[in-house]
């Protein structure tokens, strides 16, 4: 086992910054928590794309062992390509969305203190650390710490409107995240009752195909898709979406869900013998594949905006699925590919996903209501954000160029790669429901009122270019060129380090 | 060795036959001292098992403070009788989810059977190391050695569910005093209680968090004790809980995260890195953070009980 790499010491101040943050935030209140909570999640981006060039330059993850101590006794931190690639993303998504925040979460005048805003800035600080926890926890144990936090806090932004109906939602969610997370805990018990440690590379290295290791990963796998809502335990994801603000929406749907996907490839990719993982695979993305059809279907006949964009996220979440049996096939250039598919697709989903529901929140705001048969009116309104709307949309169908297209072309060409065509008819199926949704959409809002409608209010700005940069960061995902994605292949087991993408 | 074969296996009966009880309980406060009772057999079970720090953190969370949250719960319940009833599982949602708990049961209890034997674990490493930092006790050894970054984002997630638990108030109660207001007690075993018992208890409750290092305690299980003798003085009315916004109650609940987070920063200039104990002054480093810790423990969780805040300050 490596020790602490130069350039470690990023990781810690990665995690601490924000908890601090969080700290300090709680302990001053008011004001500076906004203050606070901007500078850090500024910082935080900086010192992402800082753990993302050094892993790149490095060509090799980057590792910190924490007092010192290494792994099996000790927990050790890392950045390999998909932490670090996914740890960018979060940061610019905790970031855009903070930015959005300003407007909604800002302390009214005359008031040192009040209770919503607060509560957003003091958790929003609280997710950044739980999602630098979780993406660069090597330890199973600590990964569950990271999990709990994460559930704590994406649950009250969801609350934080504090309307009864909403609670009855996120309850449901806490239901099944708490369920979730004891089944995480049992497999994590298991693994260190057969193996004495809980170090995923440790694990990797020892872990047997023998019927304690697949229980634990079957606990393991089985409280995870309860918590990134894979079909058919995505019962709680669009309630918990429908009353919450946008910006926790946006948070909850673009990262929080994810955080929980890549537990699940440090389970199957890692700790997991290929063998029975390879075979257990296509289970989990026929499941990704019923998700992508029933989820597509169900936001087709959404009533209100809010609910298409949650059964939307149900949907594109079952993508990410569909790389476990493309990436354990046995053939190194179609797992490549699958694997920067799936990565890439993690990453444009939460870009675009973030700026659809940040855009419907303004979209709602500004036509009053967020029915999606009478939104006429509303690219006059607020055309900025319809704008957004649309080119997140453009990224979740496939279309060129974006970055779900790539990550989607690059799933279809590892599926006809591997003989697996039938995955490829489910992408290009989503798609184009996913297309029709979209388009549900956009006409409604495009449609010319009639000369007689109250004329909408004039909106600021702000939010909307924030909601702008987001769909335009998942567009140009698409446009950087192939050699820039050889960082997400660094640290996979099976990838020759350094190689192209 | 048939009497502890026949003890344990007595002690295994009655946890399960609590469990047992306390899902078919007819009624929640039935339920809430079923979860009691099973709770203190559990603390039995980890006592039968030579886990003192368990059973302790058993007896005072899984059994104290939980309690008293379901309690007081169950009391708040009692005006909104029909919606709790409407939103009470079905008889076949139940039947499900029974067979499915009994299947992973059922499942884990063969995959335990199929474990290697002895269990390769890292008691023995750690035990050999405890002296490292100083710290005679190896579970405390390995919490703020080993596990040091384990502990450090539990105790930030605690700051966090105290936030939790208030962000669930109307907006117009922000800032104010946590709970409901109980009549001062002037008389009665619980008056008698409420004065006789806190001193007792906090000599006890400092010393278990202080004995930590060297023997089973710590600042969990010390911090509760502490928290439960406050709470006696906030029933019997003798004390009120302070309103949220005031900056000691926030101070408190900060001290002990951010106390660990600075010395464990402090580690990466000192000692060997983040969280790394710098040799030369460990033991007062530790003992200062434990103390804080302590301090915060007893705050999360008197306020965790107290809940969200209910009246103006």
């Known amino acids: 086992m490596s020790g602490t790499t130069p350039g470690g010491w990023l990781l810690v101040f990665t995690l601490a910054l924000p908890a601090g943050g969080m700290l300090a935030a709680f302990a001053l209140g008011g004001r500076a928590a906004e203050r606070i909570a901007l500078a850090a999640l500024g910082l935080g981006v900086l010192l992402a794309g800082a753990v993302a060039a050094r892993v790149q330059a490095a060509g090799a993850p980057l590792a910190y ?37 300003r407007a909604a979460h800002a302390t009214p005048p005359g008031v040192a203190e009040a209770r919503a805003p607060f509560a957003f800035w003091t958790f929003l600080l609280a997710l950044s650390a739980a999602l630098a926890a979780a993406l660069l926890g090597a330890d199973l144990f600590n990964l569950f710490v990271a999990l709990e936090m994460l559930t704590f806090a994406a649950l009250s932004l969801a609350c934080l409107d504090g309307r009864a109906s909403q609670f009855r939602s996120e309850l449901r969610y806490l239901f099944f995240a708490l369920i979730g997370s004891a089944l995480y805990l049992l497999g994590t018990a298991l693994l260190y009752g057969a193996y004495g440690t809980l170090d995923i590379g440790l694990l990797a290295a020892h872990a047997r195909a023998d019927a304690p290791t697949l229980l634990a990963a079957a606990l393991m796998t089985a409280g995870l898709l309860a918590r990134m809502a894979l079909f058919p335990l995505h019962l709680w994801l669009p309630p918990a979406h429908a009353g919450a603000p946008p910006a926790a929406s946006a948070l909850l749907s673009g990262l929080v869900v994810k955080a929980a996907f890549v537990l699940l490839l440090r389970v199957w990719v890692w700790v997991l013998p290929p063998a029975p993982a390879g075979a257990a695979a296509p289970l989990l993305a026929g499941l990704g594949a019923a998700a992508i059809l029933v989820g597509s279907l169900v936001a087709l006949r959404q009533e209100r905006l809010k609910l298409l964009v949650a059964y939307s996220t149900v949907a594109q979440i079952g993508y990410l699925f569909l790389m476990l049996p493309l990436v354990l096939a046995g053939d190194a250039e179609a797992a490549r590919r699958a694997w920067l598919g799936g990565v890439l697709q993690a990453a444009s989903h939460a870009f675009a996903k973030a700026a659809m529901f940040l855009s419907a929140g303004l979209i709602a705001g500004a036509v009053g209501h967020d029915r999606v048969a009478a939104l006429c009116g509303a690219g006059r309104a607020v055309p900025m954000a319809v704008i957004a709307f649309g080119l997140a949309g453009l990224s979740l169908v496939g279309i060129p160029p974006s970055g779900g297209f790539t990550a989607k072309w690059l799933l279809l060409t ?7 065509w039938w995955w490829a008819a489910v992408i290009l199926g989503g798609g184009l429901l996913t297309g029709g949704y979209v388009y549900r959409v956009l006409a409604g809002s495009l449609t010319v009122p009639p000369a007689t409608a109250p004329q909408p209010e004039p909106q600021a700005p702000g939010p909307a ?7 335009l960061v998942s567009v140009a995902l698409g446009l950087l060129p192939f050699a820039a994605f050889g960082l997400v292949q660094i640290g996979r087991p099976g990838a020759l380090a350094g190689a192209g993408p | 060795m048939t009497a502890s074969w026949l003890l344990d296996g007595l002690v295994a009966a009655l946890v399960l036959g609590a469990a047992a009880w306390t899902l078919a ?4 406060v039935a339920a809430v001292v079923g979860f009691l009772g099973f709770g203190l057999l559990l603390t039995l079970a980890w006592l039968r098992l030579g886990a003192a720090e368990v059973a302790m953190a058993e007896a005072a969370i899984g059994v104290a403070a939980t309690g008293v949250i379901l309690l007081l719960a169950v009391v708040r319940l009692r005006g909104g009788a029909e919606t709790v009833s409407a939103a009470m599982p079905g008889r076949g949602m139940v039947a499900a989810a029974g067979l499915l708990a009994g299947a992973v049961g059922l499942a884990l ?8 034997d002895p269990a390769p674990g890292l008691a023995a490493e750690a035990l050999a190391r405890r002296g490292e930092a100083g710290l005679g006790n190896p579970v405390a050894a390995v919490l703020t050695g080993y596990r040091g970054l384990d502990r450090l984002l539990e105790s930030v997630a605690l700051v966090l569910a105290v936030l939790a638990v208030w962000s669930m108030a109307p907006d117009r109660r922000w800032g104010g005093i946590p709970g409901p207001r109980f009549p001062r007690q002037e008389d009665g075993p619980l008056a008698l209680l409420a004065r006789l018992l ?7 409750g400092t010393y278990i968090a202080w004995v930590g290092s060297e023997a089973p305690g710590g600042t969990v299980q010390g911090g509760a004790i502490l928290a439960a003798m406050w709470g006696l003085a906030w029933v019997a009315g003798i004390v009120q809980p302070p309103a949220i916004a005031s900056r000691p109650v926030r101070l408190a609940l900060v001290a002990g995260p951010a106390a660990f987070l600075l010395a464990g920063l402090a580690g990466m200039a000192l000692a060997e890195g983040f969280l790394a104990w710098p040799p030369a002054f460990a033991r007062p480093l530790i003992l200062l953070v434990e103390a804080a810790m302590t301090l915060s423990v007893a705050a999360a969780l008197a306020l965790l009980v107290a809940g969200p805040p209910e009246r103006a300050a």
């Open chain 1, 65 to 101: 062992l924490v007092g010192g101590r290494a792994p099996p006794l000790g927990i050790r931190l890392q950045a390999d390509g998909i932490a670090a690639a996914m740890l960018l993303t979060a940061s610019v998504v905790l970031l855009a969305v903070a930015l959005f925040g």
């Open chain 1, 414 to 420: 590892a599926a006809i790669g591997t003989g697996q």
């Open chain 1, 465 to 471: 270019r924030v909601a702008l940069a987001l769909a």
């Open chain 2, 25 to 28: 309980a007819p009624t929640a």
């Open chain 2, 109 to 116: 209890a063969l995959a335990v059977l199929a474990l290697p």
């Open chain 2, 198 to 204: 806190p001193p007792v208890g906090i000599v006890v």
